[in-house]
Structures are given as C-alpha cells and as structure tokens.
C-alpha cells in the first residue's frame, strides 16, 4: 500500500513540479543569452522605445 502511494505521489506531483522548475530556468537563462543580440537588432525602433522608455 505504502508502496502505491509513493508511486502515486512521484508520478502526480514530482515529476510535473520538477519538469516545471526544470522549464522556468531554461527560459531564463534563454531570455538573459539572447538579451544583447536582440537589443542591438531593435535599437532605434519603435518596439525598443517601448521597452526601453529612459533610454
């Protein structure tokens, strides 16, 4: 019995909330690679205005 629930609670709840943590970091470290490229592509634009309005 014992068991069954220990499978039960890998399968419902270990496995979804690490893939989620797992996923949230790799969009970080995505966003913080791909910042500077994508900053010098828009600069002077409309789109960089906007998210940059001090600058």
Not at 6 to 31: H, N, R
């Amino acid at each position: 019995m014992l068991g069954a629930v220990i499978i039960i609670f890998v399968l419902v709840i270990a496995i979804p909330v690490g893939f989620l943590m797992t996923m949230s970091i790799v969009a970080g470290v995505l966003g913080w690679s791909v910042e500077d490229e994508v900053d010098v592509t828009y600069a002077g634009t409309e789109e960089f205005a906007l998210a940059y309005p001090e600058a």
